[in-house]
């Protein structure tokens, strides 16, 4: 079992920046990739970023691709999320999850995550 308590969220206007923290406890963090998800108001949860278990590799959702940078550091069973030049549309609640296997590649899918975070709001005020 894998806790994820996420934090950083807020409001701020575009063009800005926010991080966003997510601490892990439990069972052992480098074990796990990890990955960003959002869900906007009245949409579904969409991936945003991952992060291999050694933080070697990472992937990104195009509409964040060059704005936002996914990280982790092991010794602190942390992962954080840098988000620079936020628009409007980057408005949501943004959760970290863990996924739940060992793989060669990074998993962009919903499913594959078993452990998540409650969620944090990132509010981008226009």
């Known amino acids: 079992q894998v806790q994820l308590v996420e934090s950083g969220g807020g409001v701020v206007q575009a063009g800005g920046s926010l991080r966003l923290s997510c601490a892990a406890s439990?069972?052992?963090?480098?074990?796990?990739?990890m990955g960003w998800f959002r869900q906007p108001p009245g949409q579904e949860r969409e991936f945003v970023a991952a992060?291999?278990?050694?933080?070697?590799?990472?992937y990104y959702a195009d509409s964040v691709k060059g704005r936002f940078t996914i990280s982790r550091d092991n010794a602190k069973n942390t992962v954080y999320l840098q988000m620079n030049t936020l628009n409007p549309e980057d408005t949501a609640v943004y959760y970290c999850?863990?996924?739940?296997?060992?793989?060669?590649?990074?998993?962009?899918?919903?499913?594959?995550?078993?452990?998540w975070g409650q969620g944090t709001q990132v509010t981008v005020s226009s």
């Open positions: 439990g069972r052992t963090f480098s074990d796990y990739a």
């Open positions: 999850a863990a996924d739940g296997a060992l793989r060669t590649k990074i998993q962009t899918r919903i499913p594959y995550y078993i452990y």
């Open positions: 992060i291999t278990q050694r933080g070697s590799s990472t």
